[in-house]
């Protein structure tokens, strides 16, 4: 297995990521390797960490000056074993071929676990759109969706939000996409409402972030009522999952963005985080307006703080790291598990860097890797594509039930599998084990392609 991530290495130098993320498979799945002597005949895991196809393109666009920028966009198409590729598009600067290639390789796991028929791919571009104007983000959109179009389909690659892609974007892409093929089709999901979306896809993956929390609290008897809570971003994912936590009685304590942290002792109830919400998705704000408007908290900002982030070194219960890839280190998770944290579930992707993980794992304190924790947003994706495709809508509370019902069973399904390999209890490793086990059967299956 280290020849495989070699061969990685000198394939595709500097893709750092990739190759986190790749070495945290391989730390778990060598139990079934070793087992299933057929997997690694087939080179299963060579077939795994190759992507099926990668597409990478220009996308000019003139900004509202008549100014010409050019930016990058790309499309990883890593696996589609099980199903067709799917996945978010992500508009950050820091979008590079390593991190798109770590995120298709994550969401090719998690897919397997959403219990639906589900390939992984991941997309985006390096373009910005903080301090764009809507005009701008429409034309960057189009152009994107332009070359995109011709490579994606209901029924071959089906892309959704990620970072940086939310109903805004979804809209301007989807109709772009309508525009030059003719066609009104689920090609994307996270649509509005009114055009093919589905109720509770915005909320999904913070809610199913706090659904599988419960579950792990449950294995101790315990609940999340009362328990005070950490959660950085202040994105989709951090501010559903906020709104979970808050219904089921926990107590959020922070939430932050790129510049910088709030912290409210009192807890960030749900009057506050309505403000939160109109501030990050009406005004497009920072999140360090909250203390101009709730005098009580704090703020403090963490741009130039490499060494560890201060937000992980405040005491409390759970914390929901849900901004972005390795924003908690070694001593972030010396930190956290010291000032009293229990458990720790990921709403983000690989947020936690492997050091921090075997921090968890070694302090035996319940984590949820963000592979299962946050896959209920990619699982109601899946659902708004069934729907779209009966064309049929279903009401709030049937999507809810269906996504309690699949983070239910993604949490059983790693605790089984975990058990089955002799790491009871270690969700990381349960992830990893069911997923590539139901990956790999049916790459098998289908033959050498
Ligand atoms: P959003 O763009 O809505 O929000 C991201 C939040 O994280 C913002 O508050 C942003 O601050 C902050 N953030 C982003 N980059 C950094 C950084 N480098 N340092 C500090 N803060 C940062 O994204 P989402 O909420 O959709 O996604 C958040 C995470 O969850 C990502 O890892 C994503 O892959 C993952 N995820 C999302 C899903 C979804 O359904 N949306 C599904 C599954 C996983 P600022 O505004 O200042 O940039």
Known sequence: MIDILKRIKRRDPGEKEFYQAVQEVMETVKPVLDRHPEYRQDAALERLTEPERIIMFRVPWADDQGNIHVNRGFRVEMNSAIGPFKGGLRFHPSVNLSILKFLAFEQVFKNALTTLSMGGAKGGSDFDPKGKSDKEVMRFCQNFMTELSRHIGPSSDIP????????????????????????FTGVLTGKGLGWGGSLIRPEATGYGNVYFASEMLSTINETL???????SGSGNVALHTAEKIIELGGKVLTMSDSSGYIYDEEGIDRGKLDFIKRLKNIRRGRIKEYIDKYSEALYTETESLLDYNPIWAQRADCAFPCATQNEINEKDA???VNNGVRLVSEGAEMPCRLEAIHVFLDRKILYAPGKASNAGGVAVSGLEMAQNSMRLNWTREEVDNRLKMIMKSIHQTCLDAAAEFGESGNYMAGANIAGFVKVVNAMLDQGIV
């Open 160 to 183: 959704e939000g990620d970072i940086g892609v939310g109903t805004r974007e979804i809209g301007f892409l989807f109709g772009m996409y309508k525009k030059v093929r003719n066609e």
């Open 225 to 231: 009522e009362g328990k005070t809570c950490l959660i």
């Open 334 to 336: 010396s930190n956290l």
